[in-house]
């Protein structure tokens, strides 16, 4: 068994760990790139064949080979950079000199946030920065990976915390409880139909890699209704209701729109066509249209879904916007 193993699985017991690789792809492996492996990492590939983060699909350590996300094909692509001076190098860094790339003896063990994570073989357990458009810094984020591990969790957590600081997330999957209003069911509705194959498998993937549902929690006393938003495609969709059932007012920023739209729905069937006509004019398969097309179709989705207004109602609703768009100033530090 490995040490590493047993401290990342107590240290990180939320990360999927895959079945464990053989010695044989190991010893493959290690040929193809001409690399012995330390033993520490040979131990851990005989316990688990790569490491992931199931929130937001991270990988903590590449699989040995099979896809162009491992530790082989990663690692003979950045090796095959190193002095070319072809369009591959020169798209991906830009701003340096193709010849001075070297990795040097480091291998790559994981691509995290456009850097990769690395090692160097003779050189112990630490977990070195390794970015080709800065070749010459390599800073050490972890004596080991349970320690790199661990920092890059609790930075990735601290940032969430500050980028949704006035939202709380309204946690729905497989084991939640039955829907308390009809957001919750909309969530519910919209997930099984977006991670079916009901759905086209390009805008899945393209429009919603991941579900979240929160609720704005930056109102001030005296303010009425609730807000929730969906933070499921490039632009989110913001429902504001009295309690979080129908009527809802929809409101949205797409990307290929000049201004913030909005919608007033009475019924179900109206908010989930309202919202996945803006999954599918935001997602992969509406690529071949224009700008311009796509604020006609849109425009046209949206308007007078609801029938007769109610001002009321719409009222609350544009407070309940307009504090959630002052949330980004008056609570978010980082801006957006």
């Known amino acids: 068994m490995s040490e590493l193993?047993?401290?990342?699985?107590?240290?990180?017991?939320?990360?999927?760990?895959?079945?464990?690789?053989?010695?044989?792809?190991?010893?493959?492996v290690e040929r193809q790139l001409e690399t012995r492996f330390p033993a520490w990492l040979r131990d851990l590939y005989l316990c688990t064949n790569g490491i992931e983060n199931p929130r937001n699909g991270d990988s903590y350590l590449f699989p040995l080979e099979?896809?162009?996300?491992?530790?082989?094909?990663?690692?003979q692509f950045i090796r095959g950079l190193e002095g070319e001076h072809s369009p591959i190098v020169e798209a991906t860094v830009p701003a340096c000199d193709p010849g001075a790339i070297t990795t040097g003896k480091l291998l790559m063990i994981t691509y995290m946030n456009c850097i990769e994570w690395a090692i160097d073989p003779e050189g112990g357990t630490q977990i070195i920065l390794h970015d080709v458009r800065d070749p010459d810094h390599r800073p050490v984020i972890g004596a080991d990976l349970v320690e790199a591990c661990c920092n890059e969790l609790r930075e990735d957590q601290e940032i969430r915390e500050k980028l949704f600081r006035g939202?709380?997330?309204?946690?729905?999957?497989?084991?939640?409880?039955s829907p308390t209003c009809d957001v919750e069911l909309i969530y519910d509705i919209l997930n099984t139909l977006l991670h079916s194959m009901i759905y086209p498998l390009e805008n899945r993937i393209d429009a919603f890699p991941s579900g979240n549902l929160y609720r704005a929690i930056s109102q001030r006393p005296g303010e009425t209704g609730v807000l929730h938003i969906l933070g499921w495609i490039r632009s989110e969709i913001q429902i504001a209701s009295g309690d979080g059932n129908i009527p809802f007012v929809l409101r949205s920023k797409p990307s290929f729109y000049p201004e913030a739209i909005t919608c007033l729905v009475k019924n179900l069937s109206d908010a989930i066509l309202c919202i996945l006509c803006l999954v599918d004019l935001d997602g992969q398969t509406a690529q071949t249209l224009d700008d311009r097309t796509k604020s006609q179709l849109i425009t046209a989705a949206w308007r007078d879904r609801g029938g007769a207004p109610i001002p009321e109602f719409e009222a609350v609703a544009s407070v309940l916007f307009r504090r959630d768009d002052l949330r980004l100033k008056e609570e978010n530090p980082l801006g957006e």
């Open 5 to 28: 193993f047993d401290r990342l699985r107590a240290a990180l017991p939320n990360l999927v760990f895959h079945p464990p690789a053989t010695a044989a792809q190991i010893n493959r």
């Open 167 to 177: 939202r709380t997330p309204v946690r729905r999957d497989g084991h939640s409880p």
């Open 66 to 75: 099979g896809s162009e996300q491992s530790l082989l094909e990663w690692n």
